[in-house]
T-cell receptor, first 111, second 114 residues
């Protein structure tokens, strides 16, 4: 059973701070990793993808991948109240064209 | 470019009934995946279709089935509904469902079983 683990939170940060969201996965063969944001009552929206070890930056978001440690993270700089949502980590199932999702971390950004 | 469209948005059914949900992928996308989302279990993979063929299947009972048409539109069917089938059902599409491709989700169908 492939597993993707995330702290359910909530993770509370003040406006302007850096939010750090973490994810570990069990499938050593996974090559593709994604972060989705899901607002309450809405569907998941893709915000970042990462395929190689290291950092990938896109605006205020930075995804970090360490395949040796089977660890993916998402940093959100200058957090805004509008970032308050559940963040889902998704990992490609090796050998398949499917994704396994973590249960998500709820982020709360207070003004 | 239109996104993934799911209908209906809400459904209320009673135990024992069956239900059919519909999904139209982004134009040009040929792979359609279905997920069930519940507060306790999160997003769980149901199945994936590509070129009218089921390519992958998750760990759900045979009451859950699906199909894909030649225009890539997909339907999923749940027969003999149980209370535990109450969930948000999400459809996602991608170009070819190849490894590493990004999935784009529809708004989902919220199913309530009474």
């Amino acid at each position: 059973q492939k597993e993707v683990e995330q702290n359910s939170g909530p993770l509370s940060v003040p406006e302007g701070a850096i939010a750090s969201l973490n994810c570990t996965y069990s499938d050593r063969g996974s090559q593709s990793f994604f972060w989705y944001r899901q607002y309450s009552g809405k569907s998941p929206e893709l915000i970042m993808s990462i395929y190689s070890n290291g950092d990938k930056e896109d605006g205020r978001f930075t995804a970090q991948l360490n395949k040796a440690s089977q660890y993916v993270s998402l940093l959100i700089r200058d957090s805004q109240p509008s970032d308050s949502a559940t963040y889902l980590c998704a990992v490609e199932d090796s050998g398949y064209s499917t994704l396994t999702f973590g249960k998500g971390t709820m982020l709360l950004v207070s003004p | 470019k239109a996104g993934v469209t799911q209908t209906p948005r809400y459904l209320i059914k009673t135990r024992g009934q069956q239900v059919t949900l519909s999904c139209s992928p982004i134009s040009g996308h040929r792979s359609v995946s279905w997920y069930q989302q519940t507060p306790g279990q999160g997003l769980q993979f149901l199945f994936e279709y590509f070129s009218e063929t089921q390519r992958n299947k998750g760990n759900f009972p045979g009451r859950f089935s699906g199909r894909q048409f030649s225009n890539s539109r997909s339907e999923m069917n749940v027969s003999t509904l149980e209370l535990g089938d109450s969930a948000l059902y999400l459809c996602a599409s991608s170009l070819a469902g190849a490894g590493g491709e990004k999935l784009f989700f529809g708004s989902g169908t919220q199913l309530s079983v009474l």
